[in-house]
């Protein structure tokens, strides 16, 4: 293997570093998320560092760059509170990823890409029309990391949106058969394939597929 100290990678350009650096911690759960500015203007962006934070309380948490370089989403989950995230289907791929350009304030990216908003269950921020599995979100926590000026927000879920034929008997949503996409680096995307799945992990037992 080619070893790449830190001094080497921090002396290439920002491009090739970020691509590099990026692609560390593997594929990502690229999604779309909605929000509605202090204007009424809705607002849509592709992010892809996202987590699960906790199945109960139902929690999901997402980091946003430094407010000079992404600043709309995170201003009007924090005047709002309420935001969608949606997976994003290689149907709207090429719409999706223009949605991550910087578009100035007061342009709605659902107008200027061409996707469609869907208004749904009284909630006042829509979700992608098109994307197979949507959720909404109620603002919790904005965590600030002086480290790099960037904010992991954590919102609480309150609605879920997917059709109930992908969802299987034991609660696992088939985001396979959805065509999720999945993203690496910040600029590639891919689909994802199935390859197993195990029963619970004991110590006791050697790791058992099913
Ligand atoms: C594949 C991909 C993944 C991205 N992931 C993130 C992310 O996790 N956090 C973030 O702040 N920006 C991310 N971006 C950049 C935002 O999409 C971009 O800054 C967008 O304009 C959001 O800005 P806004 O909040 O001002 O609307 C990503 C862009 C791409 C193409």
């Given at each position: 293997m080619t070893h790449f100290p830190i001094d080497l990678i921090s002396s290439w350009d920002r491009f090739h570093r970020g691509h590099f650096i990026n692609s560390l911690s593997g594929f990502k759960p690229v999604s779309l998320i909605a929000t509605v500015g202090p204007d009424g203007v809705s607002n849509l962006g592709v992010f892809s560092n996202i987590v699960h934070l906790g199945a109960d309380p139902a929690l999901v948490g997402f980091v946003n760059r430094p407010r000079e370089a992404a600043p709309h989403t995170i201003r009007n989950i924090e005047a709002g509170r309420y935001y969608t995230i949606n997976h994003i289907h290689p149907d709207f791929l090429d719409r999706a990823h223009q949605t991550s350009a910087k578009y100035p304030d007061g342009v709605s990216e659902f107008a200027a890409v061409g996707l469609g908003e869907e208004?749904?269950?009284?909630?006042?921020?829509?979700?992608?029309?098109?994307?197979?599995?949507?959720?909404?979100?109620?603002?919790?926590?904005?965590?600030?990391?002086?480290?790099?000026?960037t904010y992991f927000v954590i919102g609480r879920i309150l609605h879920v949106f997917v059709d109930e034929r992908i969802v299987g008997s034991d609660g696992l949503i088939d985001l396979y058969e959805a065509g999720s996409m999945v993203s690496l680096g910040l600029d590639a995307y891919g689909t994802v394939m199935p390859h197993a799945r195990f029963a619970y992990a004991k110590p006791d037992r050697p790791a058992a597929r099913v």
């Open positions: 208004w749904k269950a009284g909630f006042p921020v829509p979700f992608v029309e098109g994307s197979p599995v949507q959720y909404a979100l109620e603002l919790a926590e904005v965590m600030p990391i002086p480290l790099n000026g």
